[in-house]
Structure formats: C-alpha cells, structure tokens
C-alpha cells in the first residue's frame, strides 16, 4: 500500500525540464520529497501539508492534489547536482508511520 | 541542533550470526525513530517506527526486532542472521505532532550476509 512513484527512471540532458509524480490509493494527509544520492542518505526537500498547496526551492517544485490522492515534483532546467533517486513518503494510518514511493532515478548528462 | 549517530557504517556478516546496529539522537527530546531497509537499488522498506520509549511498531514480519532502551536511542537486532537480510539501514528521527514529521536519515549502516 505504498505511494506510486512514475516514471521509475528518467535521463535527461543538462537543462531540461522533469516531472516525477506520486499517487496513492488512499488519502494523503501531507505529502514529503526526499533525494538520494547514491550510497547516502535520503535528504529532505520540502513537505506539502494542504491540498492545492505548492512549494518551490530553487528550480525545483512541488503541487498537492488532495483531491487526486496525488503529487508531482517539478524539476526546472535540471543541472548535474539534481541527480539521485526521489522519493515521496507519506504517513499510512497514523501521523507517525512514513512509508515511501519506491523511488524515480533521475539521472542528467552534460 | 539535532544530530543523529548511526553505527558501524559497514559491516559483514555470515549467514547465522546476530546483529546489533545503533541509533542515537541529539539536540532533541521524545522523537519519532525509524528503522528503515533499502535493498540494491530499492525502495525505502519501513521496519520499525517508535513514538516513545519501549513503544516499537513492527511493520515487517522478519527475524528482526528493535529495542527503544532511552529516549534517543534505538537498536535494531536480529539473532540469526539471513542473506535476505543485506542491504542498507537507514535509521530516521523526526518531531513528534501533526502531519508534518520530517524525517532526517542517519547515515546508513551497510550491512552484507554471506
């Protein structure tokens, strides 16, 4: 019963635009974006708390579709350091239990 | 500022043995701990998740258990060992209240079975 991530993995150039998207067949209370770069740790990105909510942090952006059960990531002319695996969790049955997406593979060339 | 310590970063192990990987945070009082799994190249698999002392909810059915002695601490154990069981271990923290427990990951104990 986990978030669906989509797409599983993408390439893009340096500079182009990507769109990573989470969905879940139940509601969504608050919504989390993490990056991982490979063999680190997740690293938090930022939280969306409220339906219709949006959140941006450089060039990179969130939306909550509350209605939809639903998240996109927005990743605006993609530079080498965006790189990594993304993640969204969110909290299944209680305010405590953070479950995770089974991530999108961002990779990005020159 | 909360710092979180997880150890050893690397070990191996051979199929049997008992495991014990530590988690302790800093800087903040009753937090929310996890322990979560990635096997190569996965998702994050959540274990155990706690909101007290000697509150532990398991989520995964293993040969694994975790133990909350003090506040800001959490163990992670198994008795007899499984090649199922490599991958990488993730311990988190995150405040407690509301919808918008962030989580700060550890940084990982790297755990092989042979």
């Known amino acids: 019963q986990q978030p669906v991530q989509s797409p599983q993995a993408v390439i893009l150039r340096e500079g182009e635009d990507a769109v990573i998207n989470c969905s879940s067949s139940k509601a969504l209370y608050s919504v989390h974006w993490y990056r991982q770069k490979h063999g680190e740790a997740p690293v938090f990105l930022m939280i969306l708390l409220k339906g219709g909510e949006q959140k941006g942090h450089d060039k990179i952006s969130a939306s909550f579709n509350e209605k939809k059960q639903q998240s996109s990531l927005y990743l605006t002319a993609s530079q080498l350091s965006y790189s990594g695996t993304y993640f969204c969790?969110?909290?299944?049955?209680?305010?405590?239990?953070?479950?995770f997406g089974s991530g999108t593979r961002l990779s990005i060339r020159p | 500022s909360q710092t979180i310590h997880q150890w050893p970063a690397t070990l191996v192990q051979p199929v049997g043995s008992p495991l014990s990987l530590e988690c302790t945070v800093e800087?903040?009082?009753?937090?929310?701990l996890y322990w979560y799994r990635q096997a190569a190249g996965r998702g994050l698999q959540l274990l155990f998740y706690s909101v007290g002392i000697g509150q532990i909810s398991s989520e995964v059915p293993q040969n694994l258990s975790a133990s909350r002695p003090q506040d800001r601490q959490f163990i992670l154990s198994s008795k007899k060992l499984l090649l199922s069981d490599s991958g990488f271990y993730l311990c988190?923290?995150?405040?407690?209240?509301?919808?918008?427990?962030?989580?700060?990951f550890g940084a990982g104990s790297r755990l092989t079975v042979l």
């Open positions: 800087g903040t009082s009753n937090p929310n």
């Open positions: 988190a923290w995150s405040p407690t209240g509301g919808w918008a427990n962030v989580l700060t």
């Open positions: 969790g969110t909290p299944y049955s209680s305010a405590s239990k953070i479950i």
